[in-house]
């Protein structure tokens, strides 16, 4: 590190890594940045004699690329190192011409397009009919499910999920204001079955205010005010296994959403007004797209589900 970094101790490179990371939003890429600094440097440590330049991050990529990692997998690494040499550079501990050099490292390019996985209109049934109604857990679940494929609603969305989410709107229950990725806010319409098997878990684990998911013990009683978005994938890769779609992911669902609601004739626009995309901001701002909440897409699923009261 002593050519290029002008303070090469280790506990000022933990220090801008740590600059690096509090400048993150999300827990997720704090969690993928820490992984890939630390491998980054364990490398540089081992196999770059030169310090950290350039030629030595050009030489870590071409390592990534080797082991065979994905594109986006290096870029995402890649773009934690950059961001480590421009926190060294403001941070007097690099100079200003070698992070910029960096910075200009390209990333990997990716080969064709990557097919998602999602479900067909049968195992989407199949999927929500298989929790057991019987039991706290089974309601649970089968509500949880209903939000996921019924809403498109991401794993974190459906664990931040409130019963004053929750509202009538133009006749129809619509989860009003609900905070997505980039801390954006949308409505997302809701289908009748989806409000039924909510309501059939709320109604039976006595909640009526606060999250709408929470864990349940053994015993079938609640054992706590929330439910991770882990155990959330937790729930859904169980189901999955059990309609034979192993490693089925949240994720998942919220692609058989998109599917099913395109396949019933959902207009496009709200579609993507509902899952929250970021490109929503634009075609609203340049088009004046309004969303739609009497014909919504969600209306267009074509799932049948019947829900115990």
Same mark, same amino acid.
């Not at 959902?266 to 075609?283: K, N, R």
């Given at each position: 590190m002593s050519a290029a970094i002008l303070t090469p101790q280790a506990a000022a490179l933990e220090r801008i890594k740590a600059l690096v990371l509090d400048g993150l939003g999300s827990p997720e890429s704090r969690r993928a940045y820490s992984r890939a600094l630390d491998d980054f440097l364990g490398w540089c440590g081992r196999e770059a004699p030169g310090g950290f330049t350039k030629a030595a991050v050009n030489s870590y990529r071409s390592h990534l690329e080797a082991r065979g990692l994905s594109a986006s997998?290096?870029?995402?690494?890649?773009?934690?190192?950059?961001?480590?040499?421009?926190?060294?550079?403001?941070?007097?501990?690099?100079?200003?011409?070698?992070? @910029?050099?960096?910075?200009?490292?390209?990333?990997?390019?990716?080969?064709?397009?990557?097919?998602?996985?999602?479900?067909?209109?049968?195992q989407a049934e199949r999927l929500i009919s298989t929790p057991n109604p019987a039991t706290a857990k089974g309601r649970r679940d089968r509500a949880?499910?209903?939000?996921?494929?019924?809403?498109?609603?991401?794993?974190?969305? @459906?664990? @931040?999920?409130?019963?004053?989410?929750?509202?009538?709107?133009e006749a129809r229950w619509v989860i009003v204001d609900l905070v997505g990725k980039g801390g954006r806010v949308r409505s997302v319409p809701m289908p009748s079955w989806t409000k039924a098997a909510i309501d059939a878990w709320t109604s039976a684990a006595e909640i009526t205010g606060g999250l709408v998911f929470r864990a349940t013990c053994k015993g079938g009683k609640v054992a706590g005010d929330s439910m991770t978005a882990q155990s959330i994938f937790e729930v859904v890769r169980l189901y999955g296994a059990k309609i034979g779609v192993p490693e089925l992911a949240p994720h998942d669902l919220r692609r058989t959403f998109a599917k099913l609601a395109h396949k019933?004739?959902?207009?496009?626009?709200?579609?993507?007004?509902?899952?929250?995309?970021?490109?929503?901001?634009?075609?609203e701002k340049y088009l004046g797209v309004r969303q739609d909440l009497t014909d919504a897409p969600c209306d267009h699923l074509g799932l049948t589900v019947e829900v115990s009261p």
């Open positions: 997998t290096i870029n995402i690494r890649l773009s934690a190192v950059r961001k480590l040499a421009l926190e060294a550079a403001d941070n007097g501990l690099m100079h200003r011409e070698l992070a @910029a050099g960096i910075a200009r490292v390209k990333g990997a390019k990716q080969q064709g397009t990557r097919t998602g996985k999602w479900l067909t209109l049968e949880l499910l209903a939000a996921l494929l019924g809403c498109g609603l991401r794993r974190k969305e @459906a664990a @931040a999920l409130a019963v004053e989410h929750i509202q009538l709107r019933g004739r959902a207009a496009l626009e709200q579609i993507q007004l509902s899952l929250g995309h970021a490109s929503v901001v634009t075609t």
